[in-house]
């Protein structure tokens, strides 16, 4: 084909350069005008497009871990730390039933040997029934002996947590005046051993010099000044009661002729405390009916202790009329009526 003719053909192909400029503006702004146009999109188009959208950012923010490659440390020692883990779990548990086993061998003890001053943690839901929500953990205070009857008190408050009565003790509430009740409660020996296997009691504990946790459970009237007039039969009562303090034998012998000496001079504390060992058999044969004799002498001189302690035991006694006994109370001028009131049964 000859040169002249191709020129021709590919001018023919080949648009004019003013055709194609104005025709490309014209067909871009069209585009542009077709993305910028919204699009109407239906509610469910609408919740799928941003489910998508969060899916995305999820995944993109998404934490993994790689478990192709453990710690080789962690590998090797594996067991070990298990078995280091076992044993501590284990020694946490045992200490926890040890101190458990040690606190139910002391409470036990306490209970069948108690003291004046003992403190007594209660489950009073196991005591008493119709108690509020909140009234559920109270505290008493062994406050009297009489033979193995053991006289309480218990507090004048309720608590809702076990705890409480702890810190009941710590901040020093024990020290007021009417923390307890004056009503008293008697309980056998034989009872309260009872009331520690159903869980009503749950603690028993014995304070050192009227000291528990570094605070004082006793009320602050107590420390007041007494009077120190001479009273014959006063100091043969305290030099027997320290005797009772120490262990033996022959210190039970020995405070039971110090008593001896102090009810002989007509002293009602050394009266009762002498009663006492008849009662419970130490340094001499156990008598109910000398005690009851003895606790007479002491309540015929308006002794409320003697009072309450006859009454306790002339229940026990067959031969023993109660009625009797405040008749002659009354034909002797002393007043019985706080006998009446501050004893209350369980």
Known sequence: MPQAAIRQYEEEEVLPESQTSSKAPENMQEEARAEQKPVKLSRKEKRERKKNKNQKEGEFYRYT?????????????????????ILLVGAIAGNYFYEKHVLD????????????????????RLIQDNLRPSEKYRMA???????DVVTIKYSSYFYLQEHEL???????????????????????IAEL??????GAITLARRPDGNMLDGNVVIPDKQFESKNKLFIPGKKENAAGEELLKLDGVMN?????????NSAAKSYAPGQVNLAQLYLTGKGVSKDEIEALAILKQAALQAYEPAVLKYTIVCKQVESCTIDDFYQDLVNSGVNIKFSKTATATK
């Open 252 to 260: 039970d012998e020995q405070a039971y002729k110090q008593f001896s």
């Open 166 to 188: 702890g810190e009941a003790i710590r901040y020093g509430q024990l020290r007021f005046g009417r923390f307890f009740q004056e009503r008293r409660h008697d309980f056998k």
């Open 105 to 124: 061998t002391q409470t036990r003890a306490y209970i069948a040997d108690p003291v004046i001053g003992d403190l007594y943690y209660l489950d009073f």
């Open 193 to 198: 051993e009872a009331m520690i296997d159903s």
């Open 65 to 85: 871990i790689d478990k192709s490659d453990p710690d080789p440390w962690l590998v090797k020692h594996r067991f070990k730390l298990i078995a280091f883990v």
């Open 141 to 147: 205070k062994v406050t009297d002996l009489t033979g």
